[in-house]
Each structure stands twice: as structure tokens, then as C-alpha cells.
């Protein structure tokens, strides 16, 4: 098991994904286990890599810990699928909620302060709650992949979060959209019926919008016609 100074330096962290570079995603989530134990969590919004990563996962951890963001606007299908999957891989699923709900922040905020401030709005009910709750765990995964924007065209494998002050692994950086579908429709793992119906990527529901089945963004759909391409999670704070 590796100590946390091997681990936050850069020479190791280079090291580590030069050998992850070509590894089995399974590979990866036994190694971030055996290192970091109960120190580990799962962050994800049950998009399909998230899907993928949880059956994974299941293989060889009794009840993973899932940390997820239950915003108070997910649409019903998230919240359905939610429900699923918590049952079929017995997870432990820790259901992160903002401090306000939808109708307090409304009125502090004001209405629908996510068309007025939408960086505000991911910030409280997204960022400040996983803050909270990720003091508590060493490293954690999440679903980025390259293939998804060019702002995650570099994501490494492993990496020091500067933003949570942790290691950050994502297993499937190096994966595609069309292997994560391929993985789901061989092991007939449900996923978000919205995928269907030109949702590529599904957040909460005023924000969230179906794309063009040709568009190269596959995030398109996500804050449409605005600059805002991320809720604020997997922004690195500056060097």
C-alpha cells in the first residue's frame, strides 16, 4: 500500500499513469481498492460511464460507497435509475443534498436562479455539498473520459485534485462513448432512458437539453447557448 507522500508526489503520479495508460479499467479500481481502502468513494451522477464503473466495481467489493448529488432536479428518470442500480449492485449510496431545498433557495436566491446564475447555483447545490462530505475520504472517482469535450481531452488517469486536496482516479479516461455503450448493451446494464431520446449528457433538468444525434459535443445539451461547460466539480483550481 502506498503512502500518502508517494502518492501526492508528481514523479509517482507520472509514473502511475504511464502504467495505467494501457490498463484494463478493472485493473485500475482493484489497485485505487487495495490502496485506499474505506478511504475510497465513487462520485457520479449514473451517466454511463458511472453505469459501467459501478458493475465493475461489483465484481469484487461486497457494497462500494457512492457519493451522489441529489440536487432536488433530477429528472425522474435519474432519480428511477438511481433507485435501480441501488438494488442491483447493493451499493451504499450516500445521496448528497444541498443545505436549502429548491423552493428556500428560491427564496433567498430568487426564482430559478439557475437561468440568472447558473455558477452560483451548481455551486450550492452541487460544490458545496460534495465539499462537505469529501473531507472524509482519501481518493475519489469520477466518470471524466477524454473523448467527452476538449476540456477533458488531457484528464489523467490519476491525479492530485487541487480542488478537493485528494487523489482524483478516472479508470475510464481512455475509453470511448461507443466502448462504455458496447460494455453496457453486452452485460445488459440499465442505464437512463433519456440516452434514448438525444440526452448524451443528463444533469439536472433546466439545464439539460437533448442534442443533435451528429453533434461532436456530446455535452452540448448541458447549459446550451451559455460559455458554462462544467458545474464546477472538475475544475482544477490554478497552479
Not at 62 to 71: A, K, Q
Not at 189 to 194: K, R
Request: with cysteine; net charge negative.
Amino acid at each position: 500500500m502506498l503512502n500518502e507522500t508517494q502518492i501526492w508526489q508528481q514523479d509517482e503520479l507520472q509514473r502511475l499513469n504511464e502504467e495505467f495508460e494501457a490498463a484494463y479499467p478493472q485493473d485500475i479500481l482493484r489497485w485505487a481498492v487495495d490502496t485506499f481502502d474505506s478511504g475510497l468513494a465513487v462520485v457520479t451522477s449514473f451517466q454511463p460511464t458511472g453505469i459501467v464503473t459501478l458493475h465493475m466495481l461489483s465484481e469484487f467489493v461486497p457494497r462500494p460507497t457512492v457519493l451522489t448529488l441529489d440536487t432536488g432536479l433530477l429528472f425522474p428518470e435519474t432519480y428511477a435509475l438511481m433507485d435501480a442500480l441501488e438494488q442491483r449492485f447493493n451499493l451504499n449510496l450516500v445521496r448528497i443534498r444541498p443545505a436549502q431545498t429548491v423552493e428556500e433557495q428560491a427564496a433567498t436566491y430568487g426564482p430559478a436562479l439557475w437561468e440568472r446564475d447558473p455558477d452560483r447555483c451548481c455551486t450550492l447545490r452541487k460544490t458545496i455539498p460534495l465539499d462537505k462530505v469529501l473531507v472524509g475520504y482519501d481518493a475519489w472517482i469520477a466518470g471524466l473520459r477524454r473523448d467527452q469535450s476538449r476540456q477533458r481531452a488531457a484528464v489523467p488517469i490519476i491525479g492530485w485534485d487541487r480542488k478537493y486536496q485528494k487523489v482524483k482516479l478516472s479508470p475510464f479516461a481512455t475509453w470511448t462513448e461507443e466502448m462504455i455503450w458496447t460494455y453496457i448493451h453486452t452485460y445488459e446494464l440499465p442505464y437512463n432512458s433519456l440516452h434514448d431520446q438525444n440526452y448524451p449528457s443528463i444533469g439536472c433538468y433546466p439545464c439539460t437539453h437533448p442534442v443533435d444525434p451528429e453533434a461532436q459535443d456530446r455535452r452540448a445539451g448541458r447549459w446550451a447557448n451559455r460559455a458554462k461547460t462544467e458545474c464546477g466539480l472538475h475544475v482544477a483550481d490554478p497552479t
